[in-house]
C-alpha cells in the first residue's frame, strides 16, 4: 500500500481508503462488515470513511464495533454530517447546533474518543460560513476531530470557507470528497484546481460509478443476479445517472480491453486512472467481499505509462453530466 499526504497537510492517508456507504449497518452483514474492515486494515488500508447518516447511524456502529482492540493510532477514521438525523427542523444541515449534537452522536456510535476528519456531507447555504467554520474550529480546539472537510461542494463555496478560516485563524478545510471516476469528471475543471491552490486533498467517492467500472455488466445482456444495479434497494443512483446504458458499457467494454492489455483488471485500471492525478489524495471504495478489497487495493502504486493514459481519453466519449 502507498500512502499520500492529505492535500498539504502533514497526515498521510492509503491511497486506496474503504467506505461503508450502502454496505456496512446495512447491505452487509456484521460479521462480514467486521471481517472486511480488520483485512483492510491488515493489508495496510488505514483510512477507513463512514458517515452518520449511512443506514441512521448503523454504518458508523459497525465500524465502531470493528474497531475495538484495534491500536486507534493506525486507524485514520472519517465521518460526515448534514443529511436528516430526525424529524425536527434542527435535525439537518450544518449549523453550530446540529454540527456539535452530531459529532457527539457519531464519537459515541464509534466508539472513540475523537474523529481524525469530520466532513461537511453537503454545502449548506442557509448557515453562515462564520458559524460552520467556528463550529468545526472549536471541535478540533477540543481534540473531538482533527481536521475538517467538505463533500460534493463547489469550488466557490471552498474557497469562501478558506478565506473565513484564515480571516478568524481558525483550522480551515483540509479536503473535499467529491464524486469523480472516469465517468463522472465535473470537479476538474474548477474544484481541483481551487482545492489545490488551498491545499484541499481529494478523497473520492464511487470511484467505480457504482461497480459500472469493474466490467461486471456487459452490453446487451441482462443485468447480473446479485448485483447492486440488480437491487432496487440501493440501485437508485445507478439508474438516476441511466450507468448501466449500453452506451456506457460499450464503453466500458473497450476500457476493459487496456486494462487486459496491461495485465490489470479493470477496477484496478479505473482507480489508477484517478490516482494520475496528484490532486487526489486516496480513492474510497465500497466492498461486499474480501475479494474485492484485495482487487482495489493492488491498485495503489499502479502507475499508467503516457500512451495508456492517452488510448483512455480517446476512449471517454461518453460522461454523466453531474
Request: proline share 4%; charged share 25%; hydrophobic share 40%.
Amino acid at each position: 500500500m502507498q500512502y499520500r499526504k492529505l492535500g498539504k497537510w502533514g497526515v498521510k492517508v492509503s491511497e486506496v481508503a474503504l467506505g461503508s456507504w450502502l454496505t456496512y449497518g446495512g447491505a452487509v452483514e456484521e460479521e462480514a462488515s467486521i471481517k472486511q474492515i480488520r483485512h483492510a486494515l491488515d493489508r495496510g488500508i488505514n483510512f477507513i470513511d463512514t458517515a452518520n447518516v449511512y443506514a441512521r447511524g448503523q454504518a458508523e456502529i459497525v465500524v465502531g464495533r470493528a474497531l475495538k482492540g484495534v491500536r486507534r493510532d493506525d486507524v485514520f477514521l472519517a465521518s460526515k454530517v448534514f443529511f436528516p438525523m430526525g424529524d425536527g427542523p434542527n435535525d439537518r444541515g450544518l449549523s453550530r447546533k446540529h454540527v456539535f449534537e452530531q459529532c457527539h452522536a457519531s464519537l459515541k456510535r464509534l466508539e472513540t474518543d475523537y474523529i481524525d476528519l469530520y466532513q461537511c456531507h453537503r454545502y449548506d447555504g442557509d448557515v453562515p460560513m462564520l458559524e460552520l467554520v467556528r463550529a468545526m474550529d472549536d471541535l478540533t480546539r477540543q481534540g473531538k476531530i482533527l481536521y475538517w472537510g467538505v463533500s460534493e461542494w463547489p469550488a466557490s463555496a471552498i474557497e469562501e470557507a478558506v478565506r473565513v478560516a484564515e480571516s478568524h485563524n481558525a483550522m480551515p478545510p483540509v479536503s473535499n470528497q467529491p464524486c469523480y471516476n472516469m465517468l463522472v469528471r465535473g470537479i476538474e475543471e474548477e474544484v481541483i484546481p481551487v482545492s489545490m491552490a488551498h491545499g484541499l486533498g481529494q478523497v473520492v467517492f464511487s470511484p467505480l460509478a457504482q461497480g459500472v467500472l469493474t466490467g461486471k455488466y456487459k452490453p446487451g445482456q441482462p443485468i447480473p443476479e446479485g448485483t447492486r444495479a440488480a437491487d432496487e434497494r440501493i440501485n437508485m443512483f445507478i439508474m438516476s445517472n441511466n450507468l448501466v446504458s449500453d452506451e456506457i458499457l460499450q464503453q466500458v467494454a473497450e476500457l476493459v480491453k487496456v486494462a487486459d492489455e496491461i495485465g490489470c483488471t479493470m477496477a484496478q485500471l479505473a482507480l489508477a486512472w484517478i490516482l494520475r492525478l496528484e490532486a487526489v489524495s486516496s480513492v474510497i471504495c465500497g466492498a461486499t467481499r474480501l475479494e474485492q478489497i484485495d482487487d482495489n487495493i493492488e491498485a495503489s502504486g499502479l502507475v499508467l505509462p503516457g500512451e495508456v493514459l492517452g488510448k483512455i481519453e480517446s476512449l471517454l466519449k461518453v460522461a454523466v453530466s453531474r
